[in-house]
DNA sequence: ACAAAAGTGTTGAGAGTACACCCATGC
DNA sequence: GCATGGGTGTACTCTCAACACTTTTGT
């Protein structure tokens, strides 16, 4: 940042910043993701990733919660957020030069509203196998969030973050079928999670259909854990 | 683009928005950055990373190679780089709103002119283990390079970008074990680098004051690989 | 001949995989 | 009882780490 003094700093032509949001929660089976409906040029009436600009006193982290916060009710302690790209192309927005720093969201399905679900026409959620058509590189962004979420199953913990506190193993390895695409063996993932010890038994089972489940939690330990062993903070 | 939608989008108030980068290189056996001092307020005469600003009509990673060809004399297809992080804190910059993409980089000493190194005192490359303090929030940027930088080596093989294009498995483990400042297993290495098919044999050797050692080059295709393999675009 | 560094092979431990089997509940 | 899904154990394979050994040069 070899940056000449102040008042040379303020006469760059500076682009936009936008922090957008890849919204990922898990219902119905499948994995989904948060698209809201443009209501105004350009790619209007197209479906796009929730975002939106930076305020000048806020981090950009705080501009993601935000965002996240008002489509979604969901609040920062109970969310797994973190940054994921940055796409600044000229031209990727017809209006002006905007740069957008993409973060992905990981909110399990009871806390989301009914709202969200039953509001006006100008959001859903989306199977991330039936997405339709994006506005600006929103498909693009998508596809990175994408991979970087089932790269970070395949050797991290962060499932959890799409279920609720309390789980059957079953259900966590339902989580990562889904989201990987991909059948697991039981036996393996269930000893698998023994040895990382993430995972602690709580009181209480579910019933199934056969025997009664288990219930567990995340150890919150682990969940420090899991942040920290995070590589690209 | 007179809609009022434009009219909209620029009302808002824009960060400037830079590149920085961070260039890693090996020399006299250790993991070295370049650094430059700055001449100006704020933090005059202290070192930072090289960066500038995004001009309007060029991508982010375009600003990142013209800073990175402005501080070196290396070209894009000499080198590698990546997006690694966006820093957008309020308050990092006392200027004003700053939102900085960092990149890393990563270039064989053979490609430095001697220009680098002793130029004025105004530029210079500092071991990792031996930094001075750095303006801004750049000490945090580059720990977040190097543990970017270790963590990619310890996955793929970018290691062979710190090294001329002929080199000795030798010289290929000193990199890993200097970077990564542990010690590994000859054989294993070597093993390892067989079983990936990354390298291979070509004519001629290099003396080492024992057996002579064979000289190798990495595959095109698997530089392509390498590349693909990038989870991080 | 001997030191130094290149280069290869062997062995054992541990992780990952496939699969079989037992357990608890609802009907 | 038996279907259903939860839960555990075992045997096999493959990767990985430690280490010993051979080869080729310079002096």
Known sequence: MD????YDVTKFDRPSVTADIVIFTISDEQLKVL???????????MWAIPGGFAKMDESLEETAYRELAEETNVTQQQVYLEQLYTFGDPGRDPRTRVVTVAYFALVSADQLSPRAADDAADVGWFSVYHLPPLAFDHAKILDYALTRLRYK?????????????????????????????TKLD????????????VVEMVEGRRSTGGRPAQLYRFREDAVAEVKARRLFP
Request: charged letters at 30%; hydrophobic letters at 35%.
């Open 153 to 181: 199953l395949e050797y991290t913990a962060v499932g959890f973050q799409l279920l609720p506190d309390l789980f059957t193993l079953r259900e966590l390895q339902d989580v990562y079928e889904i989201v990987l695409g």
């Open 3 to 6: 940056t000449p003094e102040t």
């Open 35 to 45: 698209l809201i409906k443009r209501k105004k040029w350009p790619y209007q009436d």
């Open 186 to 197: 039981k036996g393996n993932f269930r000893s698998k999670l023994r040895k990382t010890e």
